[in-house]
Each structure stands twice: as structure tokens, then as C-alpha cells.
């Protein structure tokens, strides 16, 4: 149990472009997700946390007209990454709260050209 | 601002030999969670320790949560190849938000 998925796992787009990518809940629903980014060698860093039904919290430093968040429902978050750059090429990582635990998605490998 | 830092960064270790990964804060977390996280991979959840001074065992892995919830350890009893990878910890802060604060990690590499 407690399985998130993320779609796609890697894509590659030019600069100028907008990206989305979804992650999903698959067998709980989950009222919060967190976005998070991780640079090669580097450890997760909070992006922003998504709650079902209001608006994201971003954490200081992180531009919410660039990272577009809407979480729709219990079971599906969305962070599209506007205007895409090659600054924003990264790991891009999301969790799925379940009680007191957050489960982690595989991971969205973004490369802006 | 909570902080937790992991120690050691790196180490790098033959098959058998026994390591232990620290993670400390001047904070008290509500909970202490470790991941294990592979390269290209979302990090997996291995342990969730709550309870001041609770040890959690998983197969060759012990977990202890210090006594004031500041501090945790990771203890890997004969290391397999098979255990390397990057080690998280992660202490929660509690309330609805769940959020929680992330150590950088420490890179595990266990040569046969």
C-alpha cells in the first residue's frame, strides 16, 4: 500500500516551454502533497505544500507563477513548470501524505534546452 | 529555522563490515522518518520512529530515536552491496501540514 506515482519520469523540452507534471496517489487519498527539487548530489528541498481544494504554500525563494501547482482532488497533484529554463532543469520529486508519513513518488527527470 | 544534520557525508565500506549514520538537530521533531533513496529514484520510506528513546529494527537495520526526539541514528549490522545508496533523514514538525525537514543526506557505498 501507499503507492504515488509521478508521470512522465524524465522529459526534455526547450526553453520557453511549459511542462506539467502529475503525481498520483494510487491506493489513498491524499488531503496534502509536497513538491519538492533535487540538484545532482544535493538532498530534497521543499518546494511547496499542495492541499486538495485551496491553494499551494510555497516555501521562501520559490516563484508560484512559475511553479503552477493545482491539486484537484485526494488522489492527483500537478506542478507545471512555466516559461521552462535551463536553470530548471532538475529532479523533480513529489510526496503523498498519509497519516503521519509521506510516501514518495519516483521522481521527474526535467531537462530544459 | 530547524536543522538536521547528517553525519558522515560519505563512506564508502567493504561487504560485512559493520557503519552507523547520524542524524542531529538542535530542534525536537515529532517524528523521524529515514528514506533510502537509489540514483534516479524517489526516496523509500524504511522507518518512522515516534517515541523518545524507541529502537526499530529492520532485518540487518536498527533505528534508535534519541531520548529528547533531537536525534537518530541509522546502524547497518554486515553490509551488503545491495545497501548502497544515498541515506535520508527527515524529522517531522507535526500538526496537519505534515511538513518535514531534511537532513542532506549521507552516501553509502559497500564494495563487495
Known amino acids: 500500500g501507499a503507492v504515488v506515482s509521478q508521470h512522465p519520469s524524465w522529459v526534455i523540452c526547450k526553453s520557453g516551454t511549459s511542462v506539467k507534471i502529475e503525481c498520483r496517489s494510487l491506493d489513498f487519498q491524499a488531503t496534502t502533497m509536497f513538491w519538492y527539487r533535487q540538484f545532482p548530489k544535493q538532498s530534497l528541498m521543499l518546494m511547496a505544500t499542495?492541499?486538495?481544494?485551496?491553494?499551494?504554500?510555497?516555501e521562501q525563494g520559490v516563484e508560484k507563477d512559475k511553479f503552477l501547482i493545482n491539486h484537484a482532488s485526494l488522489t492527483l497533484s500537478t506542478l507545471t513548470v512555466t516559461s521552462a529554463h535551463p536553470e530548471d532543469s532538475s529532479f523533480y520529486i513529489c510526496?503523498?501524505?498519509?497519516?503521519?508519513?509521506?510516501?514518495f513518488g519516483p521522481g521527474t527527470r526535467l531537462l530544459v534546452l | 529555522t530547524q536543522l538536521l544534520e547528517q553525519s558522515p557525508q560519505f563512506l564508502s565500506i567493504q561487504e560485512g563490515e559493520n557503519l552507523t549514520v547520524y542524524c542531529n538537530s538542535s530542534?525536537?521533531?515529532?517524528?523521524l522518518q529515514w528514506y533510502r533513496q537509489e540514483p534516479g529514484e524517489g526516496p523509500v520510506l524504511l522507518v518512522t520512529v515516534v517515541t523518545g528513546g524507541e529502537v526499530k529494527k529492520l532485518k540487518r537495520l536498527t533505528f534508535q530515536f534519541g531520548d529528547a526526539r533531537k536525534d537518530s541514528s541509522l546502524h547497518i549490522t554486515a553490509a551488503q552491496p545491495g545497501d548502497t545508496g544515498l541515506y535520508l533523514c527527515a524529522g517531522g514538525e507535526g500538526g496537519s501540514q505534515g511538513n518535514l525537514i531534511f537532513g542532506k543526506g549521507t552516501k553509502l557505498s559497500v564494495k563487495p
Open positions: 510526496s503523498a501524505q498519509n497519516k503521519e508519513t509521506q510516501y
Open positions: 530542534s525536537v521533531f515529532s517524528s
Open positions: 499542495s492541499n486538495e481544494g485551496s491553494k499551494a504554500t510555497y
